[in-house]
């Protein structure tokens, strides 16, 4: 549970987990993603309580991440459908399933399998590669503050007289 | 804030929530990836309370993300260091950051910048590819139900007759 707000912190990180909300949020997004419109799909999938799905669901559409829109065959009810920046949201989404499928994945195997969809096979590893396509191993790629954050160790403060 | 345990649910995006624990963890692990390893510099950076930061350490090793080791410097105090499985992460990390630097940055710009560290160049956005390096379009990636999970729409009911 988070014990105060993220949304005044600097890092793109903090403030994009203060966006998205909670972990209901991600599991939201994911099964907006499986092609789920509706509550009681939302409902039925996650196994979440109707007030918590609710108020979850609010704060996505507040957020711009999912829209309202009107049912697609004309019902009276509403959807939910993802929005450009919910949209942008998918290398995260699948980051967490991959690492899940390799980490700590279920005895009956992963309850979904992301694919070129040309080729069926699975997709690769969502990692860091060279704009170029080539990938990267983790010590070429190099994290550093800027804007006035940091530094966080003394070492670091002895090399950044900042 | 979590209503029940993700840990038997069967989607690995799931379960890589409730392994992780929760937004702070990521912060955390965040800041391990920029060269945090004391339990002062992690709790100066985030502003978190000592008791909360104690307890998600204390999960993170649980987990395997972080181990603790002597301290470098031959010092009395334990540090923390990511695991192979914790640095398995950095693609979640930066895809998190890359989304926040989007869509929803600081006016003061980011607090952290992802390179290639050879060139300096900004790191390009963590993307779904083919194994050849190429990008992929969002619908070029193909999302399924499979082991015996889904579907949760009509739609899918109809079409998968399992």
Known sequence: MKTKSFSDMQ????????????????????????????????????????????????????????????????????????????????????????????WVAHEKGPSTVVTVRESGEPLPRIWPRRADGELLALNEVGMRWANGAGPITETQEKEDPS
């Not at 108020?55 to 697609?72: H, K, Q, T, W």
């Not at 949201?89 to 399933?97: S, T, W, Y």
């Open 11 to 102: 890092c793109s990180i903090a403030r994009t987990l203060d966006h998205v909300g909670s972990w209901w949020s991600l599991l939201i997004i994911r099964d907006a993603m499986m092609g789920a419109r509706r509550f009681k799909h939302f409902q039925r999938n996650l196994g979440i309580a109707k007030n918590t799905l609710t108020s979850r669901l609010n704060d996505l559409v507040a957020g711009g991440i999912l829209e309202r829109v009107p049912a697609a065959d004309g019902y009276a009810h509403e959807e939910y459908v993802l929005t450009e920046r919910g949209r942008d949201l998918a290398p995260v989404i699948i980051a967490l399933g991959q690492w899940g499928d390799k």
